[in-house]
């Protein structure tokens, strides 16, 4: 009795209100609800490693995980739920390689059937139409993964523009714009300008050329008409007495110009020379001619007439050129030679004011910059006055070879000021260049003796371009200062 009265009393199975086969049969439901669909961001269960590769790497612990940001997520769901046939798969799946270092190279499908969905790490098919097309330029073609390969198609790689090409496309936008931009121009021809656009860019940025593009030739063609015409006018009186003296002394210049240069011996050359200085002479009476002159028109003569040779300048034969085109070389050299003249003109009349201002300069500046030369020319009483007289007069043209002195006329042209202020600040840096050389001369006479004949017989655009820049750095750091002095 004590026992049943302490033993639990279970309710009947009809008391609850369900049956009892019921009761016993339904399992008890777990309070926390199970989703069966894939969370965003839910970890997988990592497979065992490889037997091929030792190191458990970034692609499998990529692969292993979801993306909780990615946009596809329901279509990725939908796309797993979706059977899929074993040859469909393998067929658009990329073939993992193991290589011999244990690394897997991935190797384009051979053709794809289903394409998977995209992911977070996944490109779009914009960024691989744009993946394709920078392949096709530049021979090589990268997989989804971003690994590089090389390209399997056939077309040639189109090689990439040289330095040259680069700044002749640069030249020839500007050259062919509707409006000329001439602070571009200049900016552009400081380095250097291509030979076969020389001429043209020294015409536009001596003022000979008209910067509108539309008035060039018939500028060009009245220009030589006018030259033509003062040959008729003034050559003749060549003979007269009042002139057979600065005549004659063209007639000797001339035939010792630039002996090095088999084209400046020519007779047909030299007269080209001579009724260009002539005429200058004639129309510019306040200077006159003046020895020196006849060294600026080489650099001219050598340009104009390279433009319209197949060949070297130096191995050509004068007769063989048209009359035609020797005209308008000719023509061309005298405005050239012109333009160029008008802004040292003082260098050329009485006492030679301009020269005699810019020694007195490249004096102060030396001293400034280089003391220990400085002192060493004062010790062996050489005069400034005794080398760069010619520097100043002919324009570093006995110092250096033509092909140098058309390389340093490009920066000239392309200097507001070139030919009197920068040209100073140049004979700076190269006096300086040698500064080393000088100082080892024991006497005077070996240091006018190496100031006479400099080596520069072998230099090239390299070493312009070095005293270029060093005489720029200069210019812009002392040009105020000695201004003032002056």
């Not at 700044?167 to 400081?190: E, G, H, I, N």
């Not at 033509?228 to 009186?237: I, K, M």
């Not at 001619?289 to 340009?303: C, E, S």
């Not at 110092?399 to 920068?422: H, I, K």
Request: glycine letters at 4%; charged letters at 20%.
């Amino acid at each position: 009795l004590g026992r049943a009265a302490l033993a639990p009393v279970r309710a009947p199975a009809h008391v609850s209100g369900r049956p009892a086969a019921m009761a016993q049969a339904e399992p008890k439901k777990p309070f926390w609800k199970k989703v069966s669909s894939k969370v965003p961001g839910s970890a997988k269960a990592i497979p065992p490693p490889s037997p091929s590769r030792d190191k458990f790497s970034f692609e499998s612990f990529e692969s292993s995980i979801g993306d909780a940001f990615s946009e596809h997520d329901d279509d990725s769901r939908k796309s797993a739920q979706t059977p899929r046939s074993a040859s469909s798969f393998a067929k658009s799946t990329p073939n993992l390689a193991p290589s011999d270092d244990g690394r897997r190279i991935v190797t384009p499908p051979t053709e794809s059937v289903t394409k998977p969905p995209a992911s977070r790490h996944q490109r779009s098919s914009s960024d691989l139409a744009e993946t394709a097309s920078s392949a096709a330029r530049t021979g090589r073609t990268s997989n989804t993964s971003g690994s590089s390969l090389p390209s399997v198609s056939s077309s040639p790689v189109k090689p990439t523009p040289s330095r040259d090409e680069l700044r002749m496309q640069r030249f020839q936008t500007l050259l062919s714009a509707p409006s000329l931009d001439l602070d571009a121009l200049r900016t552009l021809s400081w380095n250097g300008i291509p030979a076969p656009l020389r001429t043209t860019v020294w015409g536009l940025l001596s003022g000979y050329l008209p910067a509108n593009p539309d008035r060039r030739t018939a500028t060009l063609a009245r220009k030589r008409e006018e030259y033509a015409a003062l040959v008729e006018q003034y050559y003749g009186s060549r003979t007269d007495d009042a002139n057979q003296a600065i005549f004659h002394q063209i007639h000797i210049d001339v035939l010792r110009t630039n002996p090095s240069l088999a084209i400046f011996q020519q007779p047909i050359v030299q007269e080209i020379m001579e009724r260009i200085l002539y005429i200058w002479a004639i129309r510019h009476p306040g200077s006159g001619y003046v020895q020196g002159i006849n060294d600026l028109v080489t650099p001219f003569f050598a340009v104009f007439l390279s433009s319209n040779l197949d060949g070297e300048l130096d191995k050509c034969d004068i007769t063989s050129v048209a009359s035609a085109v020797r005209d308008v070389v000719e023509a061309d050299c005298y405005w050239g030679l012109t333009k160029l003249l008008d802004g040292i003109q003082d260098n050329y009349t009485f006492a030679s004011p301009g020269i005699q201002k810019n020694i007195k300069t490249l004096r102060e500046l030396v001293s400034r910059l280089d003391k220990p030369l400085q002192m060493h020319l004062e010790t062996q009483s050489i005069e400034y006055l005794q080398f760069s007289f010619r520097w100043m007069n002919c324009l570093l043209l006995r110092e250096l070879p033509l092909r140098c002195v058309v390389r340093l006329w490009d920066t000239y042209f392309s200097e507001v000021d070139g030919f009197a202020t920068f040209h100073l600040y140049t004979c700076a840096a190269f006096l300086m260049t040698f500064s080393k050389e000088l100082r080892s001369c024991a006497d005077f006479q070996a240091i006018m003796l190496f100031l006479q004949s400099l080596p520069t017989s072998n230099w090239a655009d390299k070493e312009i371009e070095l005293v270029v820049s060093e005489a720029y750095r200069l210019k812009y750091t002392f040009h105020d200062t000695l201004h003032r002095l002056a």
